[in-house]
């Protein structure tokens, strides 16, 4: 007697009641299926190609906040979002991947066909996927409004500045290490799109405008004891080159003394006297035919002696003038390839406070430090001379500059307007950290229940609408438990604020951003520290090429 499986089981407990029968009844319904050989095979292979997948992505999320919240630049983001990309194609691809090894077991399609298939299921998955993402994040650009990207402009700043001892936002009662946990650096990476929506928000900002922007420009730059040290390590180079330029300059002026030319004048006269004599012995410049006068200044050219053309053979005044313009030449041709790092021509012989002072080098030093063209640097600046005479001014004149780029009016940031690029990058730093952590953390929700679908098929039969049903029953227990979990960071007065603009100014938009940024606050204190032990202690500290600075 074969013993009956736990659906059949139930199903037939089920017979007396015609409603649970006809349920049941469709549940099971499968209208080719696998022998159970082949699907626990499928099953089993499927599971390690996903368990694999999933410490991938796992490592991959926890990294990713590491990033997002951290407060990265635009490059970083850029950078390992390309990991992001591949990574969400892969998903894309093992979902393929079991479509097309279950239809080569249904159809019994050879090894090879097998392979073909599934590597241009693979590529062509990976592929529109990388390119689907990045055509979403460059659509929502385009379509982003004149307004929002004023908005972006201001929202970005003020994250950084959520990092700053010195900065406070009423109704955000937060701790920098409030910031450093996982609720922390999921509010940082979506903060600026919450203030999608924040009233008056340019008003509140032009009252405060030249301190606030400091402020940013502070932290972007790093305070003056970190601009210093730059300065230190830039000035040791220059120290450096300006040895160089000293020993370049020493050997210039002594190649074009008088007594070196006077040397090369009486080496090249008796070369030439030489040469004379080698063609006929009783040849001197005084006896030369005048039909060969051409011939011989043609000869000392070819040498680099560019005697004139009326020159006479036995003119030794025109000949020594002759060889100290070549002596001096090229002297100054080596003495310049000597300057390729400035690549401007420096006077020789400078002093060591007028050589800092030239042009070209102040613009190669302001250029190390990215300075503004308006400060000139001097050497041997103490602590104190630097903040006052450099890092100050540099500060103000930063300030002055975003609040020209971003306290405009907003149309200047539509596009083809003249902080459209300004506002286009500002838009897209917004949005990229949110779609980011939601891609990847249901990526991965997703990728769990697979696993546990996998491995209940090990073990038994389970009819596909079944295991669509029990999908959405777990789809919606993931999306509507963890809004309960709420955190510090959620019950803050200006997060909820915030929430409620969006979601009544935005429209349904608004609602799905901000329950989206609260779901993704409240997850990841769960979900974070098992990941970032996945990534510790499975993949090896895979840094997914991002390397804090």
């Not at 693979?122 to 982003?144: K, M, P």
């Not at 993931?478 to 803050?492: A, D, G, I, R, S």
Request: glycine content about 6%; proline content about 6%; charged content about 20%.
């Amino acid at each position: 007697m074969t013993s009956l499986t736990p659906f059949q089981r139930l199903a037939s407990r089920a017979q007396r009641h015609t409603p649970v029968r006809a349920l049941m009844h469709w549940l099971r319904q499968d209208k080719q299926p696998l022998p159970r050989r082949q699907e626990w095979l499928l099953a089993l292979v499927m599971l390690t190609l996903t368990l694999l997948y999933l410490m991938v992505e796992m490592g991959f999320n926890a990294r990713l906040l590491d990033v997002v919240g951290g407060l990265a630049s635009h490059h970083q983001v850029e950078s390992i979002e390309f990991y992001g990309r591949l990574i969400a194609g892969t998903a894309v691809a093992l979902l393929g991947l079991g479509m097309v090894l279950k239809k080569s077991l249904r159809l019994g399609w050879s090894r090879l066909r097998t392979t073909i298939w599934a590597a241009l299921v693979i590529v062509g998955c990976i592929g529109t996927t990388y390119f689907a993402q990045l055509a979403l994040v460059n659509h929502l650009v385009d379509r982003s409004t004149p307004d929002e990207r004023a908005r972006a402009a201001l929202g970005v700043p003020m994250t950084y500045l959520m990092m700053h001892h010195d900065f406070k936002l009423t109704g955000l009662n937060l701790t920098p290490e409030d910031l450093q946990r996982p609720e922390g650096k999921t509010l940082l990476a979506t903060f600026p799109i919450m203030l999608l929506s924040a009233d008056h928000l340019t008003e509140s900002i032009k009252q405060q405008a030249q301190p606030f922007f400091e402020l940013f420009a502070e932290t972007v730059r790093g305070d003056a004891d970190v601009s210093y040290r730059h300065y230190q390590d830039s000035l040791a180079e220059l120290n450096e080159s300006y040895r160089q330029y000293q020993q370049g300059s020493s050997r210039y002026l002594e190649a074009i003394s008088a007594a070196s030319i006077a040397r090369h004048q009486q080496q090249a006269w008796s070369d030439y006297v030489q040469t004379l004599k080698q063609r006929n012995r009783r040849l001197t410049p005084n006896n030369v035919p005048r039909r060969h006068a051409h011939t011989v200044r043609q000869s000392l050219r070819e040498k680099g002696i560019n005697v004139a053309d009326d020159w006479r053979p036995n003119d030794r005044a025109g000949f020594n003038q002759a060889v100290a313009r070549r002596v001096q030449l090229q002297a100054r041709s080596t003495y310049a390839a000597g300057l390729v790092s400035v690549d401007r021509w420096i006077d020789p012989g400078l002093p060591r406070p007028q050589f800092f002072a030239q042009l070209p080098i102040q613009n190669k030093w302001r250029d190390a430090l990215h300075l503004p063209y308006l400060i000139t640097l001097q050497p041997d600046l103490s602590p104190g001379g630097f903040e006052q005479t450099v890092y100050r001014p540099t500060i103000s004149y930063d300030a002055k500059q975003l609040i020209e780029d971003r306290l405009v009016d907003p149309q200047n940031y539509r596009d083809r307007g003249e902080k459209a690029q300004i506002g286009r990058d500002s838009y897209r730093a917004l949005i990229v950290p949110m779609i980011a952590l939601l891609f990847s953390l249901l990526g991965a929700f997703t990728h769990i229940f697979k696993c546990l679908g996998f491995f209940t098929r090990t073990l038994c039969y389970v009819p596909p609408r079944l295991y669509m049903l029990a999908f959405a029953g777990y789809a919606l227990v993931v999306l509507t438990v963890p809004m309960y979990w709420t955190n510090k960071v959620t019950e803050q007065p200006l997060f909820l604020d915030l929430k409620q603009q969006n979601g009544s100014a935005l429209g349904p938009m608004g609602w799905i951003i901000a329950h989206s940024v609260q779901w993704t606050a409240q997850v990841q204190p769960v979900f974070y520290p098992l990941n970032e032990r996945v990534r510790q202690q499975l993949l090896g500290g895979l840094t997914y090429g991002y390397q804090p600075q």
